[in-house]
């Protein structure tokens, strides 16, 4: 996969724009975050557009990308900025205001129409801050 077409993906996805995902992931595709899977394009809308995107603004920023044509790899910083005040959300009751902070890898599977056929999250920290400024690691997201 070529960068360009990568960063027009994460451009989407900041945007929230969910059709994103039925461009650039192959329909049967399958997603690994920890202990959170899923397959399907269905299966990333619904995490994102009933998980992730009501009760979050998410801002990923990509300082790494390296590809061929079957594998593509980015270093991945992701902020999670709590939109209102929630008593469940997927990371737990949430303050708006308050940051969750992924920084890690993810590598996907290209397939031959230059979608995402796997995606395979590994993470190096996550952490929370709260309206007062304590910041600590949670370890896995998910």
């Known amino acids: 996969m070529?960068?360009?077409?990568?960063?027009e993906y994460?451009?989407?996805?900041?945007?929230?724009?969910?059709?994103?995902?039925?461009?650039?992931?192959?329909?049967?595709?399958?997603?690994?975050?920890g202990t959170l899977?899923?397959?399907?394009?269905?299966?990333m809308k619904h995490h994102y557009n009933d998980n992730i995107w009501p009760h979050f603004v998410e801002r990923l920023t990509v300082p790494?990308?390296?590809?061929?044509?079957t594998t593509a790899a980015i270093q991945?910083?992701?902020?999670?900025t709590?939109?209102?005040?929630?008593?469940?959300?997927i990371f737990g009751a949430v303050r708006q205001g308050e940051t969750f902070e992924f920084d890690g890898l993810i590598m996907?599977?290209?397939?031959?129409?230059?979608r995402f056929s796997d995606i395979l999250v590994a993470y190096n920290s996550f952490v929370h801050t709260d309206l007062d400024g304590n910041s600590r690691d949670l370890g896995i997201p998910h």
Do not use: C, Q, W
């Open 82 to 89: 709590a939109k209102h005040d929630a008593p469940d959300t």
């Open 2 to 7: 070529e960068e360009a077409r990568f960063r």
């Open 10 to 33: 994460i451009r989407r996805f900041n945007a929230e724009d969910d059709t994103a995902f039925d461009d650039y992931l192959a329909p049967g595709m399958h997603m690994k975050n």
């Open 64 to 69: 790494r990308f390296v590809s061929n044509t």
């Open 37 to 43: 899977e899923y397959t399907g394009v269905d299966g």
């Open 76 to 80: 991945m910083n992701t902020l999670f």
């Open 108 to 114: 996907y599977d290209v397939d031959e129409t230059d």
